[in-house]
């Protein structure tokens, strides 16, 4: 059975780094397009980046430049590094294998102000 697992969500200032991160169990991983989602408070979970199995990224418009999506295939992780963080990107962020269709459980992230 596949399970994504993220971690290294938390309460950060404005302005300040978050990375998170994406472990996979019961997939192969290196052939799967992953990406990261988020979904506000009483707002619809909407699209942050993607990563193709080949090293392609995708990044919504409002965190390109700021947000980078990257993957480790020998540990199954991909990672979300989050920079210039804005009250407006906090969210229980969500990891994606989009090839199998599986969905991590989330985790917070809040960035204040």
């Known amino acids: 059975q596949v399970q994504l697992v993220e971690s290294g969500g938390g309460l950060v200032q404005a302005g300040g780094s978050q990375r998170l991160s994406c472990a996979a169990s019961?997939?192969?991983?290196?052939?799967?397009?992953m990406g990261w989602y988020r979904q506000a408070p009483g707002k619809q979970r909407e699209f942050v980046a993607l990563i193709t199995s080949g090293g392609s990224t995708n990044y919504a418009d409002s965190v390109e430049g700021r947000f980078t999506i990257s993957r480790d295939n020998a540990k199954k992780t991909v990672y979300l590094q989050m920079n210039s963080l804005k009250p407006e990107d906090t969210a229980v962020y969500y990891c994606r294998d989009y090839t199998l269709g599986y969905w991590g459980q989330g985790t917070q992230v809040t960035v204040s102000s």
């Open positions: 019961g997939s192969i991983f290196s052939s799967d397009t």
